[in-house]
């Protein structure tokens, strides 16, 4: 996969079977661990809730689960027909690299798990993830770690401190840090015919920052 295009339809092909691979064989946690500390942090009983990059959905179900009022927005079609399949709210088919089709200070927590490994511009995304976000609202983002593989997967990775400097600090304020295991390649290429893709290891790191409200 060289382009966005290419991910895009990549992703698309294998959405109805994206959800099963990752959680058995990828053993991807980001969708489980990351959810579950927004809870703890937030600690109310209702939230607006939205989901950048949400795939099938897979990274909001502690937040549907909650009763959570939740948003998404996928630049893959397929994805978003099973994310149809769950109770968002409201779906948007296009990049989050993108203008985001979501008024200002509306939601109180934002997601983006999965996904700045193929980012191009983080501190665009993270200024429009402030606009989005109401004041003292909550941001997690999950964070690739160095790996020797990452121009053969054609991905970006950072250390923490890298990343951080992509967040306006007079903006945000950093809540927390856990590092995890990411993901492992070579398992979602066998559902496209790739059998022979080669396996490396990425890790995680996330963050979880609050909007500052002045």
Request: a negative charge.
């Amino acid at each position: 996969m060289t382009s966005n295009q290419d991910r895009r339809d990549f992703y698309s092909r294998i959405a109805a079977h994206y959800d099963e691979i990752v959680v058995n064989d990828v053993r991807y946690e980001a969708h489980v661990l990351v959810p579950q500390r927004l809870l703890e942090l937030y600690a109310k009983p209702h939230a607006r809730v939205l989901d950048l990059a949400c795939g099938t959905g897979l990274g909001s179900m502690r937040f549907f689960e909650a009763g959570f009022d939740v948003v998404g927005i996928d630049y893959s079609s397929g994805m978003i027909d099973v994310a149809r399949t769950r109770p968002y709210s409201q779906l948007y088919c296009q990049s989050i690299e993108d203008e985001l089709p979501v008024p200002d200070d509306s939601f109180d927590i934002v997601t983006a798990l999965g996904v700045t490994e193929f980012i191009l511009d983080p501190a665009g995304l993270f200024k429009r993830i402030w606009r989005t976000l109401q004041p003292n609202g909550l941001c997690a983002v999950t964070i690739p770690k160095p790996t020797d593989a990452a121009a053969e997967l054609g991905i970006k990775t950072y250390t923490v401190d890298e990343f951080l400097k992509f967040f306006d600090l007079d903006d945000y304020k950093l809540l927390d840090q856990i590092e995890f295991y990411g993901w492992e390649s070579g398992h979602l290429g066998k559902l496209d015919g790739r059998e022979n893709d080669p396996h490396h290891r990425v890790d995680y790191a996330a963050s979880f920052l609050q909007k500052k409200s002045g």
